[in-house]
């Protein structure tokens, strides 16, 4: 069991080395990170989806300083 999970970490090692060493594969997690961030805003949007399939009503729209929002 020991060499298994030596033989694996080795493994994980170096498919990780080999993803980060290109700029691709470096830009390919930075994206994968920036979606795992976002999980917790798309979880809070779910129910208002489910509604009307829409965004959620934001309370800038009642901000009368804000120039998009008119």
Same mark, same amino acid.
């Given at each position: 069991?020991?060499? +298994? +999970? $030596?033989? *694996?970490?080795?493994? /994980?090692?170096?498919? /990780? %080395? %080999?993803?980060?060493? *290109?700029?691709?594969?470096?830009?390919?997690? $930075?994206? =994968?990170? /920036? #979606?795992?961030?976002?999980?917790? =805003?798309?979880? !809070? +949007? !779910?129910?208002?989806?489910?509604? @009307? #399939? =829409?965004?959620?009503?934001?309370? @800038?729209? !009642?901000?009368?300083?804000?120039?998009?929002? !008119?």
């Amino acid at each position: 069991m020991t060499r +298994r +999970r $030596l033989v *694996t970490g080795i493994a /994980v090692c170096a498919l /990780v %080395a %080999a993803t980060l060493a *290109t700029p691709t594969g470096r830009a390919v997690v $930075l994206v =994968s990170l /920036v #979606h795992v961030a976002e999980i917790g =805003s798309k979880i !809070l +949007r !779910l129910p208002c989806w489910l509604v @009307d #399939h =829409s965004k959620c009503f934001n309370l @800038d729209r !009642l901000n009368p300083t804000c120039p998009q929002c !008119l």
